[in-house]
Nanobody, 128 residues
């Protein structure tokens, strides 16, 4: 099992920045990739970004490319999401996720079904 705990959410004005963190524990060595997904009220959960733990390849949703950066610290077993130029439409609960099986590194990784473990989520609210 893998446990994931997010932190760093909050309220920020449009154009501002936030940095989310996700601390992983448990069988973290078995993870293939980690990522962030988000869910706004009344909407389905959507993919934000992912990173392969070996090699560091990244994958982003078009809506956040150029604004968000995903990174990881393998020594601390921590995942980060640096969010810049935030927009009101970025408002959502952000979930950290881990995939313990190999996933295709293409658009198929954006499906929530590809992710095996989830954190409890952290709220990000962007005011206009």
């Amino acid at each position: 099992q893998v446990q994931l705990v997010e932190s760093g959410g909050g309220l920020v004005q449009a154009g501002g920045s936030l940095r989310l963190s996700c601390a992983a524990s448990g069988r973290t060595f078995s993870n293939y990739a980690m990522g962030w997904l988000r869910q706004a009220p009344g909407k389905e959960r959507e993919f934000v970004a992912a990173i392969r733990l070996s090699g560091g390849s990244t994958y982003y949703a078009d809506s956040v490319k150029g604004r968000f950066t995903i990174s990881r610290d393998n020594a601390k077993v921590t995942l980060y999401l640096q969010m810049n130029s935030l927009k009101p439409e970025d408002t959502a609960v952000y979930y950290c996720a881990a995939a313990s099986t190999v996933v295709p590194w293409d658009s198929r990784i954006t499906s929530p079904d590809r992710w095996n473990y989830w954190g409890q989520g952290t709220q990000v609210t962007v005011s206009s």
